[in-house]
């Protein structure tokens, strides 16, 4: 099929804090989990445009699987809209130790966590928006690619969103796991009032 952009979705490798409210800060991976990633990459075109988030735990993912990749090394963009959602000052804290302290953000929060941003931060909807203007500049109008994106859970549901016209809302409650892979697949089609169709071929696969 003319035009179709295959999209390879990848979460970053596990972190070495989990239970910490990570967002845009830059925090460190666990130890790199290479069996894990030998197998991921066995299921990775060769050939294809890679992206990732500019944050550490993107990138340093995003390379190590490429290096396992046959062929040229590809080179890495890297595209701010691909961050993981902004929690503002509760980044590096626990949720836990949040409640714990009383933290009176917390319950609007949680009544309505697609649209209410944390203190300093961004909605769930708010990423939800750039995730789309990204994925939206980069799909083919004509000619086949294949783009391998390593990003976050955040702009990973956000992704599936799009696909499946899901609201933002309903992206919550998809589960996305470290080194996890999400196969989309867009179609084009002029008649189409958004300019085509979307597949889903798999979501949160663990190789």
């Keep these: 099929m003319t035009g179709v952009t295959r999209w390879w ?57 490429a290096a396992l990749i046959p062929g040229p090394r590809p080179v890495i963009e890297t595209d701010g809209r691909l961050m993981e959602q902004s929690f503002g000052r509760w980044q590096g804290h626990r949720y836990a130790d949040l409640e714990a302290e009383g933290d009176p953000s917390l319950a609007p929060f949680w009544a309505d966590p697609t649209h209410q941003a944390p203190p300093g931060g961004e909605s769930f909807a708010d990423l939800c928006r750039r995730l789309a203007q990204a994925v939206g500049e980069r799909l083919a109008p004509d000619g086949e690619h294949d783009i391998v994106c390593v990003s976050h859970a955040g702009p990973v549901r956000a992704a599936v969103a799009l696909a499946l016209d899901l609201t933002p809302a309903r992206a919550l409650a998809l589960d996305v796991s470290p080194l996890a892979l999400t196969r989309l697949e867009h179609i084009p089609d002029p008649h189409s009032a958004d300019g085509g169709a979307w597949a889903v071929r798999t979501v949160n696969h663990l190789p």
């Design 9 to 65: 979705w990848i979460r970053h490798a596990p972190l070495a804090e989990p239970d910490r409210i990570a967002g845009q800060a830059d925090v460190a991976l666990a130890p790199w989990p290479h069996a894990a990633a030998v197998r991921l990459a066995a299921r990775l075109p060769t050939g294809a445009r890679w992206l990732s988030s500019p944050l550490t735990r993107t990138h340093e993912t995003a390379q190590r699987l």
